[in-house]
């Protein structure tokens, strides 16, 4: 699994992504999100069945590509690129683990503090 205590940033892409791409039409596809600013980056990208997830980690050394995929429930993602928000650490666990993501400016203020 990927280390999360040393990532700066994590973004969820939008829609959904044809995984056949490789790590070079990845890179293009995070540039559009965020800007490569030398920082530590997770990109997420979920296919059409919303069934695999491929990630495309930026250190300051290179990329890494990882998959991830699920038997039995869907990954939850953003449909368009205004909801391409940056997500952090807790919620990627839970997405890595099947449960759907949930955006935190989406939780009445009385309950935030149950998270």
């Not at 980056?41 to 290179?62: Q, S």
């Not at 038997?71 to 993602?77: I, L, T």
């Amino acid at each position: 699994m990927v280390d999360l205590s040393t990532i700066d940033h994590i973004f969820l892409a939008p829609g959904h992504t044809d995984l056949r791409k490789g790590r070079n039409a990845l890179r293009y596809m995070a540039q559009e999100i965020s800007k490569d600013d030398g920082q530590h980056k997770l990109f997420l990208f979920c296919n059409k069945y919303e069934k695999l997830i491929k990630i495309y980690e930026k250190d300051e050394t290179g990329v890494w590509v990882y998959i991830r995929s699920l038997d039995e429930s869907k990954f939850g993602r953003p449909k368009n690129i205004n909801e391409a928000k940056e997500i952090n650490k807790s919620q990627i666990e839970w997405l890595l683990r099947g449960l759907k993501y949930i955006k935190f400016s989406d939780i009445p203020e009385s309950k935030k503090a149950l998270f």
